[in-house]
């Protein structure tokens, strides 16, 4: 049975991709009362996951990849990708959300044309390495 910190972690992650995908769905419908519901949960999901990512790790320390071969190869291009990004988007979130708190809705678009893409990556892939480390 996996640990639990990495469960709770995957859980987060596929909480945040799920709402992000709402909260899509709402900005594209112009509910944009369901779109802040739905995005202030994601960010929620994302900031809990990064509280309990970084107890975890200081914790328990890294978690080594056991597989081999082909396996090896698409985890480590998954996690190599992953990680800086999701290191990338923090300040972006914060300067999203304030922008969208302010009322500059220019701004707000500007950045999450491509912050949204790479928030759903992140979350998306952090449920896959969780997969790949604790279920295969």
Do not use: E
């Amino acid at each position: 049975m996996p640990p639990l910190f990495p469960t709770i972690n995957a859980s987060l992650n596929l909480t945040a991709a799920i709402f992000l995908l709402l909260g899509y769905g709402a900005v594209r419908r112009k509910d944009i009362v369901r779109h802040r519901q739905y995005m202030v949960t994601a960010l929620c999901a994302s900031a809990l996951f990064l509280v309990c990512y970084l107890t975890y790790h200081y914790l328990h320390g890294s978690t080594h990849y056991q597989h081999h071969g082909i396996l090896r190869i698409i985890y480590f291009f998954i996690l190599l990708t992953h990680t800086p990004l999701a290191a990338l988007i923090v300040p972006f979130i914060i300067a999203a959300v304030f922008f969208a708190l302010k009322g500059n809705f220019t701004a707000h678009v500007k950045i999450t044309r491509w912050l949204w893409p790479t928030w759903m990556y992140v979350s998306v892939t952090g449920v896959i390495i969780y997969i790949m480390l604790y279920l295969f």
